[in-house]
């Protein structure tokens, strides 16, 4: 407790001078160690070289923040939602922290006005602004520790800018429930990274291709693989659903496949049972 008063105290000739007070907007309190807050809006295009040789930007304090948010997420879901089980609070958690809602809180909150990039391409489907926010929530936890930063999470993020009960009414995540399909129906589906490339700004690009029973079923394109493989399920789960022509085929397909399975099963133990009933004389 006294080293927080004495460390207000030595902030006050700070207060109310830049970069303090563009921090405090954001954050509703004022840093102790302002470097660390300076870091998480340093996008690697713009990396400083240390005397050492180091080179730094904010993509060791997203690395942590991305950890920290998911565990602050979790326990304010976990307490929020009493009687859901495990697979509902997953959902809501990856809803919450996906990169396109990261990266619009950000924006809303001011962080796009404070980055520092020299990239071309500063469009929001870089998600530049949700990583330097996950940053940022990484610097919070080292200056000031897991109950700030989840203070932050919660009141100034999720209070003013989420709406939870709205998130909940949202759609699942699509990944999560084209796997969940396949499972209970007990048809194959996978995630094939077919592409990946970098554009005109040295973005890296991801495509993705979701396969059920081998069938193409939906592309998705993207600047992560989550997110190509997120757009790639969504085609095919609505294909899945809305498409009652598709939806046949794919039934086809796997009762085809399973037919094939079952026949080179049964070929397979008939030839053992004769190889067993007529085995080769000895030498």
């Not at 924006?107 to 996950?134: F, Q, V, W």
């Not at 993020?157 to 939870?164: A, D, F, R």
Request: proline share 2%; hydrophobic share 35%.
């Amino acid at each position: 407790m006294l080293k927080k008063i004495y460390r207000g105290v030595r902030l006050l000739p700070k207060r109310g001078k830049e970069p303090y007070l563009s921090f405090y907007k954001i954050l509703g309190f004022y840093p102790f160690n302002i470097t660390l807050y300076e870091q998480a809006l340093l996008h690697k295009s713009s990396s400083i070289k240390l005397k050492d040789g180091r080179w730094i930007n904010n993509e060791r304090l997203e690395f942590l923040g991305d950890a920290i948010l998911d565990a602050i997420v979790a326990d304010i879901v976990f307490k929020q939602f009493e009687y859901k089980k495990e697979g509902f609070l997953t959902n809501m958690r990856s809803k919450i922290v996906q990169r396109e809602t990261l990266n619009r809180i950000a924006i809303e909150i001011g962080i796009d006005k404070l980055i520092k990039t020299s990239a071309r391409n500063t469009t929001p489907n870089t998600h530049m602004y949700g990583n330097a926010l996950e940053a940022l929530i990484g610097a919070i936890y080292l200056d000031q520790g897991y109950r700030a930063a989840k203070k932050f999470v919660d009141e100034s993020l999720i209070g003013k800018h989420l709406n939870i009960e709205t998130v909940a009414e949202q759609e699942a995540n699509y990944k999560s429930r084209l796997i969940e399909w396949s499972q209970k129906q007990k048809i194959s589906v996978s995630f094939d990274l077919i592409d990946s490339f970098v554009d005109s700004n040295n973005t890296p690009i991801f495509k993705t291709a979701v396969k059920i029973v081998g069938e193409q079923a939906g592309l998705g394109t993207g600047y992560s693989k989550k997110e190509s493989q997120q757009k790639a399920a969504k085609e095919a789960f609505n294909k899945l659903h809305r498409n009652a022509a598709f939806r046949n085929h794919i039934y086809n397909l796997h009762e085809q496949q399973q037919q094939l399975h079952n026949e080179k099963y049964t070929k397979v133990q008939t030839e053992d049972c004769v190889s067993e009933e007529n085995p080769e004389p000895e030498g």
